[in-house]
C-alpha cells in the first residue's frame, strides 16, 4: 500500500529541521496513487513524528473522486488525475507499504487551495529561499539550502493543469524572489516589490544575498574578497541591506558593519539601510521606500484609491505575526 503525506503534514515534513528522509526504493510508479485511503490506525502506525509532521489532523492523499469524513485526526485528498513527474518524494518503506510525501512543488501547489496570494508568495520565498520556518528557536527559523527553485516550480506547475490551485501557484510565482535569508528579507522584498495593487511599492525586483567581488584593484580597500548584500539591484549598483537588533548590535559587530559598508562603497556601490524600526513604523517605511525607488529612477504611483489601505493589509500580515501592537507599530496608522 502506498501512503501519501500532502498538503499540511508535507509542508510540516519540508519544514521539519530533521534532514529529509528519502527511501531509493520507493521510487517506482512515483505518480501513481493508489485508490485504497490509509484507515486512521494504518496513520498511525507510521510514526510520523520522526520525520517532522507533529500536528493533528495528518493529511493524505489518495486516487479517486471521494474523500472519507475528515476527523480530528486525519484528513483525506483525493485526486482523480494523475500526477504530474516529481509529485511525490519517497520517505520511507514501513512494512509491505510505501511512505510518500508530496514533493516541495506539488505541496507549493496543494496549498494555494488553502493560502491567499500573499501568503502563497511568502511560502516561495521561503521554498526558494535559505531559511525556513519554525516555532522552537527565539528567531522562529532556522538555515538551510533552498528546497526548490522558481524554475522548477514553474515547471511544475506548466504539467499540473488539472490540480486545484495550479493558477494561483502560476501567478504567485510571478512574484517571488529566490534566496532569501530570513522572513524579514521576504518581508522586506514583499513590501517593497509587489504591484500597489496588493500593498507593495511596485519597485523591480532586487537579487537577494548578492555577491559583489572585490576585484584585484580594489582588494587593498576591503579585508574580503567579496561581500553579500541583503538586496541589491547591480545594474544600478544600490544595495539595501535589513539592520535587524538581533545581528547588528555590539560595538564589534557595529564596526563590522562599518567596514562592510565602507568597502561596498569603495566598490562603487551606493549603501541604504533598513531598520526594524522602520520597517514597523508605516510613515518612516514610506519615507525609506521613497528614497529607494528615487535611486532606481523610478516614481511611485498608485493608481489604486485604497492602496494605503492594501498596504496595512500587506503589513498586518507579513509583520503582525511576531510583532505586537504596543512594540511594533508606533506611528502605524494611515494618516
Known sequence: MKIVISHN???EYWRSSTPPQQDSSCTAKARTLDRQQPSLAQIENLGLRQYGVLSEPVHVLARGSKARKPTGKAVHHTSII?????????????????????????????????FTLPQLIELGFEFCGLYSLTDNGPRGFFPRHPLTSIEKLRKFSDRSGGLHGTKLAQRALRFVVPNAASPRETALTMLLCLPCALGGYGLDKPELNFRRNA?????RLSDKSFYRCDLCWPERKLAVEYDSDLHHTGSERIASDSRRRNALTSLGMTMLSVTKKQINNYTEFDRASRQIARHLGK???????????????L???????????????????PQ
Open 9 to 11: 503534514s508535507a509542508l
Open 215 to 219: 576585484d584585484r584593484r580594489n582588494r
Open 299 to 313: 516614481r511611485i504611483q498608485p493608481r489604486s484609491k485604497d492602496f494605503v489601505s492594501k498596504q496595512f493589509e
Open 315 to 333: 503589513r498586518a500580515y507579513l509583520l503582525g505575526r511576531t510583532i505586537s501592537p504596543k512594540s511594533g507599530y508606533e506611528g502605524d496608522t
Open 82 to 114: 494523475e500526477l504530474p513527474e516529481g509529485a511525490l518524494v519517497g520517505i520511507a518503506t514501513c512494512g509491505s507499504g510505501k511512505l510518500y510525501v508530496s514533493s516541495p512543488e506539488l505541496c507549493f501547489i496543494q496549498m494555494a487551495g488553502q
